[in-house]
């Protein structure tokens, strides 16, 4: 962990990435990925083609499962679990938003601003990873119980008017809500966040301000001009980091929502380990990697081109 | 730009930084007049730039005050600062085209059609093509180019250069030089240039002000400093200079005569900075390439009235254009001697026995008070430490 | 005027301390909810001071077992991921072989797979192939999805070794052998720490992929999952505090310890 919190490693002089020296010994290379790559074969990779296999059968747990390419399976858990879908995307979206704008900060102050706080400040930031999530989590519906100071004071100052006009909440209560889940993923993710953020934000040469400032940037611009771009790599990364677990996640609906704010990953939680209907929690599950498969594809793609250049 | 026009002075009045216990900079009082080539050398550590961010207005000083012609720009933040800066290794913005590196003062203070602009400042630094690569694919001296046109784009009243040839190789340092030197005379801009490199301060500037430890040893023309150094720290920082240890023996008029290992040396009093009291110590210095080398066999044609220090040849390197010799002597051990190749004598090899001569107006005489070993180069001052 | 100006230098600062304190807020209450003596199965509302907890950690049933389950199986998945990781790793950096772009995305894709989805697919790999859920399998499952992070913070640190320290080695007469073992070792050893640290959070406090593949096997993960249910014993709150205290205090002293250690060298 210490080595953590140390600065990221420079950014390596050549790049032995491109051409590493010809060795002798050619099956070396082959003798060091063997194992580790057999594991993610056998354990990443098959599964999913089992996954696949299993998401066009059907039959029942009691007579067997048969492949019969029943591919209205996934039509059928589509236009059942919508909603759910929907709402994953969206809480997820939400999450990741809050976790950059809260994240960006505290990265910006390990980065820049801390001083020799700058260990305790990171060691601040992953220490809770130890404490399990779900204490943590399950720490939420203390923070945010009925009638307690958080939710008297979001109520005094009207953030639940507001929240509750997006149907964020409803009424006087903010545990059980949309609210209470996004505060959850976001809570939860946010390291994931603040890491990468931190770890682009600490390689940019810190003359890049004064030279900014020196031609009449003022701070201000100096951070939307240079310091922004320059960090974009870790927003992209830190943004994938929190929007694809935050979009499979089940835990956070589960303890801090309701019936009503059910994601997609409780649906399949429940297909496979409670209704055991393995055919369609398959097809979700194949749905949600797909879907979040061609959303970051998307999204390097877009902040490719027209920001990281 | 007419003569009377002082808006380009940068004048510094008793500014100073400390930084805890440590003090950087000492009070200092400077002035470098508008259009000069001014230069602050120095060792790393020196304080030559903190001084330098202190006028850009990257560091506040701890005291005193920064005068830009007749406003005091003391607490103005950088961005207001009619100032700019050709960093150390550059800092180009990497995510921004040439053109945009350039451009990217223009644009904060809000001009449009930057475009003609930008395009003439690329040419004026033979670029031009180059405007839509990234700084990366250039090479260092091309990226050293971009600098200083992301900079003078801006017609900043005072440019400053913090050791801005650090990271060029030799041959193109010396090319840059001369390349920067011209810039200089064609836009008029005063110039203050960091350096540890004292060729490169020698090279370029009008005005050489020698630091060391957070103070101003010397200010002055190259040539002035060169020939006649205040203090060790100068006589030794700025080329090689032999001290003798000597004793004043009497002082008259403007003449004062030095006892020496068993010799005696004579020096202008005019360039003597020392108390000149008979009894006196004082340290004589010389040159190495002011020294004539004659075989103790022919020591009857010196010429009289010249300084002489014999002794034996201890070490001799043969570098092309000249010979360097080191002298052991009573007045002196290990006394440096340059002769040009033009004739050789071959006679002049370790363990002969020699009379080393000079034109006494080449000796000066500093106060005996001071470090003899200030300002040797030991090892290669480190670049990339922050001065 | 002078108050807002000193409000806008330190935007940045109190935003990020704000940001911190969310972060941490969740930590404060589960220390403080350990001292509680709850009315009641569940430990959400404060009643009155309590150590009895402290003084039992182990008094509810199966907590301590579901501990040091966690434990050993944390253990084994970081000793399993960071040797096949870190070989991966190294061969990734130091070798030119075909398919290095197959290799590259098959690690990456982990990474960027939901846990729901992988804890899925691995549950009906184990259910066609009819293994029996319990220890084994969720090992495997944790060492499949820590081999990633500990390939990707292995080979930042290999890639930015200079290899001509490597060849200044065998220039001095090590063999390949030495050189590994006398200078690319040390020198990676940071990397392959953060890894192996990185591989002990994660399956430490792993629950989705878990949860899938455990069959009847109770995990600490697990057992508070179950405890939200049927009702969360103070002990929990006890574990997660002296979790994080321990973590915190392991990481200071490693660190007091290295920079003692660079302050001799310098």
Same mark, same amino acid.
């Given at each position: 962990?210490?080595?953590?919190?140390?600065?990221?490693?420079?950014?390596?002089?050549?790049?032995?990435?491109?051409?590493?020296?010809?060795?002798?010994?050619?099956?070396?290379?082959?003798?060091?990925?063997?194992?580790?790559?057999?594991?993610?074969?056998?354990?990443?990779?098959?599964?999913?083609?089992?996954?696949?296999?299993?998401?066009?059968?059907?039959?029942?747990?009691?007579?067997?499962?048969?492949?019969?390419?029943?591919?209205?399976?996934?039509?059928?858990?589509?236009?059942?679990?919508?909603?759910?879908?929907?709402?994953?995307?969206?809480?997820?979206?939400?999450?990741?938003?809050?976790?950059?704008?809260?994240?960006?900060?505290?990265?910006?102050?390990?980065?820049?601003?801390?001083?020799?706080?700058?260990?305790?400040?990171?060691?601040?930031?992953?220490?809770?990873?130890?404490?399990?999530?779900?204490?943590?989590?399950?720490?939420?519906?203390?923070?945010?119980?009925?009638?307690?100071?958080?939710?008297?004071?979001?109520?005094?100052?009207?953030?639940?008017?507001?929240?509750?006009?997006?149907?964020?909440?409803?009424?006087?209560?903010?545990?059980?809500?949309?609210?209470?889940?996004?505060?959850?993923?976001?809570?939860?993710?946010?390291?994931?966040?603040?890491?990468?953020?931190?770890?682009?934000?600490?390689?940019?040469?810190?003359?890049?301000?004064?030279?900014?400032?020196?031609?009449?940037?003022?701070?201000?611009?100096?951070?939307?001009?240079?310091?922004?771009?320059?960090?974009?790599?870790?927003?992209?990364?830190?943004?994938?980091?929190?929007?694809?677990?935050?979009?499979?996640?089940?835990?956070?609906?589960?303890?801090?929502?309701?019936?009503?704010?059910?994601?997609?990953?409780?649906?399949?939680?429940?297909?496979?380990?409670?209704?055991?209907?393995?055919?369609?929690?398959?097809?979700?599950?194949?749905?949600?990697?797909?879907?979040?498969?061609?959303?970051?594809?998307?999204?390097?793609?877009?902040?490719?081109?027209?920001?990281?250049? | 730009?007419?003569?009377?026009?002082?808006?380009?002075?940068?004048?510094?009045?008793?500014?100073?930084?400390?930084?805890?216990?440590?003090?950087?900079?000492?009070?200092?009082?400077?002035?470098?007049?508008?259009?000069?080539?001014?230069?602050?050398?120095?060792?790393?550590?020196?304080?030559?730039?903190?001084?330098?961010?202190?006028?850009?207005?990257?560091?506040?000083?701890?005291?005193?005050?920064?005068?830009?012609?007749?406003?005091?720009?003391?607490?103005?933040?950088?961005?207001?600062?009619?100032?700019?800066?050709?960093?150390?290794?550059?800092?180009?913005?990497?995510?921004?085209?040439?053109?945009?590196?350039?451009?990217?003062?223009?644009?904060?203070?809000?001009?449009?059609?930057?475009?003609?602009?930008?395009?003439?400042?690329?040419?004026?630094?033979?670029?031009?093509?180059?405007?839509?690569?990234?700084?990366?694919?250039?090479?260092?001296?091309?990226?050293?180019?971009?600098?200083?046109?992301?900079?003078?784009?801006?017609?900043?009243?005072?440019?400053?250069?913090?050791?801005?040839?650090?990271?060029?190789?030799?041959?193109?340092?010396?090319?840059?030089?001369?390349?920067?030197?011209?810039?200089?005379?064609?836009?008029?801009?005063?110039?203050?240039?960091?350096?540890?490199?004292?060729?490169?301060?020698?090279?370029?500037?009008?005005?050489?002000?020698?630091?060391?430890?957070?103070?101003?040893?010397?200010? !002055? *023309?190259?040539?002035? &400093?060169?020939? #006649? +150094?205040?203090? /060790? @720290?100068?006589?030794?920082?700025?080329?090689?200079?032999?001290?003798?240890?000597?004793?004043?023996?009497?002082?008259?008029?403007?003449?004062?005569?030095?006892?020496?290992?068993?010799?005696?040396?004579?020096?202008?009093?005019?360039?003597?900075?020392?108390?000149?009291?008979?009894?006196?110590?004082?340290?004589?210095?010389?040159?190495?390439?002011?020294?004539?080398?004659?075989?103790?066999?022919?020591?009857?044609?010196?010429?009289?009235?010249?300084?002489?220090?014999?002794?034996?040849?201890?070490?001799?390197?043969?570098?092309?254009?000249?010979?360097?010799?080191?002298?052991?002597?009573?007045?002196?051990?290990?006394?440096?001697?340059?002769?040009?190749?033009?004739?050789?004598?071959?006679?002049?090899?370790? !363990? *002969?026995?020699?009379? &080393?001569?000079? #034109? +006494?107006?080449? /000796? @000066?005489?500093?106060?005996?008070?001071?470090?003899?070993?200030?300002?040797?180069?030991?090892?290669?001052?480190?670049?990339?430490?922050?001065? | 005027?002078?108050?807002?100006?000193?409000?806008?230098?330190?935007?940045?600062?109190?935003?990020?301390?704000?940001?911190?304190?969310?972060?941490?807020?969740?930590?404060?209450?589960?220390?403080?909810?350990?001292?509680?003596?709850?009315?009641?199965?569940?430990?959400?509302?404060?009643?009155?001071?309590?150590?009895?907890?402290?003084?039992?950690?182990?008094?509810?049933?199966?907590?301590?077992?579901?501990?040091?389950?966690?434990?050993?199986?944390?253990?084994?998945?970081?000793?399993?991921?960071?040797?096949?990781?870190?070989?991966?790793?190294?061969?990734?950096?130091?070798?030119?072989?075909?398919?290095?772009?197959?290799?590259?995305?098959?690690?990456?894709?982990?990474?960027?797979?939901?846990?729901?989805?992988?804890?899925?697919?691995?549950?009906?790999?184990?259910?066609?192939?009819?293994?029996?859920?319990?220890?084994?399998?969720?090992?495997?499952?944790?060492?499949?999805?820590?081999?990633?992070?500990?390939?990707?913070?292995?080979?930042?640190?290999?890639?930015?070794?200079?290899?001509?320290?490597?060849?200044?080695?065998?220039?001095?007469?090590?063999?390949?052998?030495?050189?590994?073992?006398?200078?690319?070792?040390?020198?990676?050893?940071?990397?392959?720490?953060?890894?192996?640290?990185?591989?002990?959070?994660?399956?430490?406090?792993?629950?989705?992929?878990?949860?899938?593949?455990?069959?009847?096997?109770?995990?600490?993960?697990?057992?508070?999952?179950?405890?939200?249910?049927?009702?969360?014993?103070?002990?929990?709150?006890?574990?997660?505090?002296?979790?994080?205290?321990?973590?915190?205090?392991?990481?200071?002293?490693?660190?007091?310890?290295?920079?003692?250690?660079?302050?001799?060298?310098?």
């Amino acid at each position: 962990m210490a080595a953590v919190t140390e600065a990221p490693p420079p950014l390596a002089p050549p790049a032995p990435e491109k051409k590493p020296p010809r060795r002798r010994g050619r099956w070396m290379p082959y003798l060091l990925l063997l194992p580790g790559l057999l594991w993610l074969i056998v354990f990443f990779a098959l599964p999913m083609v089992y996954q696949a296999s299993t998401s066009v059968q059907t039959g029942s747990l009691e007579e067997g499962y048969e492949v019969t390419w029943h591919f209205a399976t996934y039509w059928d858990a589509l236009s059942e679990y919508w909603p759910q879908f929907l709402r994953s995307v969206l809480y997820a979206g939400a999450a990741t938003v809050l976790c950059l704008l809260l994240g960006y900060p505290l990265a910006y102050l390990i980065a820049f601003r801390a001083g020799r706080w700058k260990h305790l400040i990171m060691i601040l930031v992953i220490a809770p990873f130890f404490t399990s999530f779900l204490i943590r989590t399950l720490a939420w519906k203390t923070i945010l119980a009925d009638g307690g100071p958080v939710v008297g004071a979001l109520n005094a100052l009207h953030v639940l008017d507001v929240t509750s006009w997006l149907g964020m909440t409803s009424g006087d209560r903010v545990l059980a809500t949309p609210l209470a889940v996004v505060c959850g993923l976001t809570y939860n993710f946010l390291p994931f966040m603040i890491l990468p953020l931190y770890t682009s934000l600490e390689r940019i040469d810190g003359r890049l301000h004064e030279a900014a400032g020196d031609l009449y940037a003022r701070p201000f611009t100096t951070f939307r001009k240079v310091t922004f771009p320059l960090s974009m790599p870790g927003v992209v990364s830190g943004t994938l980091l929190t929007f694809i677990p935050a979009a499979g996640d089940y835990v956070n609906a589960d303890l801090l929502g309701s019936t009503d704010t059910r994601m997609i990953g409780n649906v399949i939680q429940s297909q496979f380990l409670r209704i055991l209907d393995y055919p369609t929690a398959a097809a979700l599950s194949f749905i949600l990697m797909f879907a979040i498969l061609i959303m970051v594809t998307l999204y390097i793609r877009r902040s490719g081109t027209e920001d990281l250049v | 730009m007419t003569t009377t026009d002082n808006s380009g002075d940068v004048r510094l009045s008793g500014i100073s930084k400390t930084y805890g216990s440590f003090t950087a900079v000492h009070p200092l009082d400077l002035t470098v007049p508008q259009g000069s080539f001014f230069a602050l050398l120095g060792a790393s550590g020196c304080g030559k730039t903190t001084t330098l961010r202190m006028i850009a207005g990257l560091e506040e000083p701890t005291g005193g005050t920064v005068h830009l012609g007749d406003q005091d720009v003391t607490r103005l933040p950088p961005y207001k600062r009619p100032v700019n800066t050709v960093f150390q290794s550059y800092a180009l913005f990497p995510h921004l085209d040439i053109f945009e590196n350039v451009a990217f003062g223009l644009r904060r203070r809000g001009i449009k059609g930057v475009k003609k602009q930008v395009d003439e400042m690329l040419d004026l630094v033979q670029l031009g093509e180059h405007a839509r690569k990234k700084p990366h694919q250039l090479s260092g001296g091309q990226q050293q180019r971009v600098a200083v046109a992301r900079a003078l784009i801006n017609h900043p009243r005072v440019l400053l250069l913090d050791e801005p040839l650090g990271a060029l190789d030799l041959k193109l340092r010396r090319q840059m030089q001369l390349e920067l030197k011209r810039i200089q005379t064609e836009v008029g801009i005063t110039f203050v240039h960091v350096t540890h490199d004292q060729e490169e301060a020698m090279t370029m500037a009008d005005t050489v002000a020698v630091m060391n430890a957070g103070r101003v040893e010397q200010l !002055g *023309a190259p040539a002035d &400093l060169y020939e #006649n +150094p205040r203090t /060790t @720290f100068v006589a030794n920082f700025l080329g090689t200079s032999n001290l003798i240890e000597a004793e004043v023996d009497a002082a008259s008029g403007d003449e004062i005569v030095l006892r020496a290992g068993g010799g005696k040396l004579s020096l202008p009093s005019g360039r003597c900075g020392a108390p000149t009291a008979t009894g006196g110590k004082v340290l004589v210095g010389v040159r190495p390439e002011k020294i004539s080398l004659t075989h103790a066999g022919d020591a009857g044609a010196i010429p009289a009235g010249r300084n002489r220090v014999t002794g034996r040849i201890a070490d001799a390197s043969f570098i092309g254009v000249s010979t360097q010799y080191v002298v052991d002597s009573p007045a002196g051990t290990a006394l440096q001697v340059y002769v040009q190749n033009v004739d050789r004598d071959t006679r002049l090899v370790p !363990g *002969a026995e020699v009379v &080393l001569h000079w #034109n +006494p107006a080449h /000796t @000066f005489g500093l106060d005996a008070a001071q470090d003899i070993q200030a300002g040797v180069e030991k090892v290669e001052p480190q670049e990339g430490v922050v001065a | 005027m002078a108050f807002v100006d000193w409000l806008k230098r330190r935007l940045v600062v109190i935003a990020g301390l704000f940001t911190l304190a969310y972060l941490l807020l969740p930590n404060v209450v589960v220390t403080v909810f350990s001292f509680n003596d709850p009315k009641g199965r569940f430990n959400y509302e404060w009643q009155k001071f309590s150590a009895d907890a402290w003084t039992d950690p182990c008094g509810v049933a199966d907590l301590c077992g579901s501990l040091s389950l966690s434990l050993q199986i944390a253990l084994w998945a970081t000793l399993g991921a960071t040797a096949l990781g870190t070989a991966i790793a190294f061969a990734l950096v130091r070798y030119r072989f075909r398919a290095r772009g197959a290799v590259n995305s098959l690690i990456f894709l982990p990474m960027a797979m939901p846990e729901v989805v992988m804890a899925a697919s691995l549950l009906t790999l184990f259910l066609n192939m009819g293994v029996q859920l319990g220890f084994w399998t969720i090992l495997i499952a944790h060492i499949m999805f820590c081999l990633s992070f500990v390939v990707t913070a292995v080979k930042a640190r290999v890639m930015s070794m200079d290899p001509r320290l490597e060849q200044a080695a065998q220039d001095l007469y090590a063999g390949p052998f030495q050189t590994f073992l006398r200078v690319t070792l040390p020198i990676a050893a940071p990397g392959i720490a953060t890894g192996a640290l990185l591989a002990f959070a994660l399956s430490f406090d792993d629950f989705i992929i878990t949860n899938f593949n455990a069959g009847s096997t109770v995990t600490f993960p697990m057992f508070v999952w179950g405890s939200a249910q049927r009702g969360t014993p103070v002990q929990i709150n006890v574990i997660g505090t002296a979790m994080f205290v321990l973590a915190v205090l392991f990481v200071l002293t490693s660190m007091v310890i290295s920079n003692r250690r660079t302050k001799h060298k310098a």
